[in-house]
């Protein structure tokens, strides 16, 4: 591997030594999060387990839902059960000032949710899949009062080396998903990959992570490891 190959692996992932860690930290191989409970379905099929990952951050384990309501979406809110008066939390994620997107057909997927405009999962009292059209509550999980949030660990952006890399603040979710906000990537390298591994920087000797693109804007990028 030549030393350009090196400085965009190196670009692309120096936080292998704080994954590692973390993943020792915490509870063994499934560890996703604090659990919150089960989503209770009564229309469409919803299924999944929820996680909370850190102050802003959902986690559903195999959620499934058929696809078919009109105008349905994840929905939280304060009030005692599902309301109206709950909002969104846009999935997958948008950038500000674009509309949400109606929730399509998922099953068995793994979802991360970010709580929009500084909310916090001390604010809420549910997470609901609803249908505003209709104001039908699809299905549901209530956060449990005394809920003890994990925090998240955060890391630096990439350092930007090559290929006009850059992204937000990196943030590890759990022992298995590192968050990325606003990733950018060329796609020029030829043989470029997200890599992990043990060991105070980078080297040959770690892992592929896939990653099913090749050229990132403004995008908000998980890697399952």
């Known amino acids: 591997m030549d030393a350009t190959s090196l400085r965009l692996i190196s670009g692309l992932l120096l936080f292998a030594y704080t994954t590692s860690h973390f993943t020792r930290a915490n509870n063994g191989p499934n560890y996703y999060g604090k659990h919150i409970g089960l989503l209770k379905n009564y229309a469409h099929g919803i299924k999944g387990d929820v996680y909370a990952v850190d102050d802003t951050t959902i986690f559903i384990k195999g959620f499934c839902y058929d696809g078919t309501g009109p105008d349905a979406y994840f929905w939280v809110g304060n009030t005692s059960t599902p309301t109206p008066q709950g909002y969104i939390v846009p999935y997958p994620e948008i950038k500000e000032g674009s509309d949400p997107v109606v929730l399509k057909s998922y099953n068995y997927t793994d979802i991360i949710l970010k709580l929009p405009n500084g909310k916090r ?105």
Request: aromatic share 12%; hydrophobic share 40%.
């Open 121 to 225: 999962i001390r604010d809420i009292k549910w997470l609901s899949v609803w249908c505003r059209r209709f104001t039908v509550n699809f299905g549901d999980v209530y956060i449990p009062m005394n809920l003890k949030v994990p925090k998240a660990r955060q890391l630096p952006e990439f350092s930007r080396l090559a290929h006009g890399l850059r992204s937000g603040n990196v943030t590890i979710l759990d022992c298995k998903t590192i968050y990325i906000p606003n990733l950018h990537y060329d796609g020029a390298g030829p043989d470029a990959y997200f890599w992990v591994g043990n060991g105070s920087e980078p080297n040959t000797f770690g892992i592929k992570v896939p990653s099913e693109r090749k050229r990132y804007t403004l995008h908000v990028h998980l890697l399952l490891v």
